[in-house]
């Protein structure tokens, strides 16, 4: 896949997540006892900002091309990861695998630090 179609991509699933952390956000309020879709939620539209933040930043150049890529990919998969595991717990009682959701949120951290340095070390790489 190409670097202008790996951001096409992650351009369009960041639109899926943030329409996914209003949806959540709105059953959170109709819905006892669902505390984790409100996390959930929250993950997913501040992350949905943040990822287009990246890919925007990216094509403007000042972001590292690969490294911006990266921590982009990395902080899609994070808050899928996430999100997904509190929202499965919530609906079947059981999350996506063990430590599903500790696993995104440290690849969310990561992928914060790794956008630091794609800034830090602006060289664009197409």
Known sequence: MTQAALTRCLAALAGVI?????A????A????????????????????AALLGLLALREAH??????GLVAASGMAL???????DLTLRQYAGHGL???AAPTGGTLLIASWLLSALAAAWPRYAP
Not at 18 to 22: D, N, P
Not at 62 to 67: A, I, K, M, N
Request: net charge positive.
């Open 18 to 22: 943030g329409a996914s952390g209003v």
């Open 29 to 48: 309020v109709h819905q006892p006892d669902a505390a984790r879709l409100g996390i959930a939620s929250s993950m997913l539209l501040f992350h949905a």
């Open 62 to 67: 000042v972001l590292h091309g690969r490294l």
């Open 78 to 84: 994070g808050v899928l990861l996430f999100a997904g």
């Open 24 to 27: 959540l956000g709105a059953l």
């Open 97 to 99: 695998f063990p430590r």
